[in-house]
T-cell receptor
């Protein structure tokens, strides 16, 4: 199956600093990637949909100025947590879907592949 | 609209069977099942598409009842490695018939513990 990587896997930062998390699709091109946040013992909550070459679409309640998303290429999306606070501590996971050639043009493979996640701790 | 999973938690002895359900109040295009172990990212198990067939992966199978908008995950002869939290992710029907909305909404999860 397709492989999605994330970097870093763990990061500890001080309150007020910014942290960048990278999400890469290693063996396929992903025009769309998704960013999720998961608090302990809770479900995955979609934060935003990252579209290559255009602005990200944020879910209700997610501050777009605080969580900056850049999808600069077909294989890389970044999430920057700006002015991080302890309440931003969480497990951040990205995912992507593959595109394959269909008879009438590219089609999206329905499976969504997740990266290994980044555990952010803000002190 | 977050899908509803049941049960919230289940404890099994090795070799026993379990069923996890996932229900939605909206028309679905697909249902995705994942297993997540503590501290790790979710691992894809299988996907069920609207109009598709029941899926199977080793001793884990799943079905999708389009009338009820409900999917069930069946774990047969459970193994210790099956322990983890199972999430269903639902994809609603998109604007155009026959297409998905492309986004997944996850249920709250079902914690499965398999003991010797």
């Amino acid at each position: 199956g397709a492989v999605v990587s994330q970097h870093p896997s763990r990061v500890i930062c001080k309150s007020g600093t910014s942290v960048k998390i990278e999400c890469r699709s290693l063996d396929f091109q992903a025009t769309t990637m998704f960013w999720y946040r998961q608090f302990p013992k809770q479900s995955l909550m979609l934060m935003a949909t990252s579209n290559e070459g255009s602005k990200a679409t944020y879910e209700q309640g997610v501050e777009k100025d605080k969580f900056l998303i850049n999808h600069a290429s077909l294989t890389l999306s970044t999430l920057t947590v700006t002015s991080a606070h302890p309440e931003d501590s969480s497990f951040y996971i990205c995912s992507a879907r593959d595109l394959v050639a269909g008879l009438a043009g590219p089609i999206r493979v329905p499976e969504q592949y997740f990266g290994p996640g980044t555990r952010l701790t803000v002190t | 609209q977050q899908p509803v999973q049941s049960p919230q938690a289940v404890i099994l002895r090795e070799g026993e069977d379990a069923v996890i359900n996932c229900s939605s109040s909206k028309a679905l295009y697909s249902v995705h099942w994942y297993r997540q172990k503590h501290g790790e990212a979710p691992v894809f198990l299988m996907i069920l598409l609207k109009g598709g067939e029941q899926m199977r992966h080793e001793k884990i199978s799943a079905s999708f009842n389009e009338k009820k908008q409900q999917s069930s995950l069946y774990l047969t002869a459970s193994q210790l490695s099956y322990s983890g939290t199972y999430f269903c992710g639902t994809e609603r029907e998109g604007t155009y018939s026959g297409a998905g909305s492309y986004q997944l909404t996850f249920g709250k999860g079902t914690k499965l513990s398999v003991i010797p």
